[in-house]
């Protein structure tokens, strides 16, 4: 049996950006056939609402483009650093974070930004966070994560396994 790649998403709260990200790819690995080569997780940077579903207006804005949101809010870890291949911050504070977590140069290595993936917005270099924003920022968040969890999933095939 061949080892999963272990690919976590990364955002503040662990409730809008990276819970999304986590069902985005999620669907296009299934799409692809690939599930079986895949461990998809996420986490936060702040873990004040651990335990918790995905914000309720994600879940909405998702549900409607037929993504079920059923992660439960969880705090990154060291642990995460070490037994995750990839992981992915929403934006550069999250990187950041991160990065200062990080025990050592390999782990550093494995934290990216989305934003290097996001192909068709050429004006966002990051997954902005929709928590004080409407319904706008909800749906702008599933359009950079769609296009760029394709592109995310394309690099990891080409690059890392």
Known sequence: MEKKFRLLFVCLGNICRSPAAEGVMQRI?????????FEIDSAGTYGGHAGDLPDRRMRVHARRRGYDLTHRSRRVTGDDLEQFDLIVGMDSSNVYDLRSMAATVEETAKIVPMGRFIR???HYDYVPDPYYEGSEGFELVLDLLEDSCEALLDFILAEKL
């Open 29 to 37: 690995v299934a799409e692809r056939g690939l599930e079986h080569r």
């Open 120 to 122: 068709r917005f050429p």
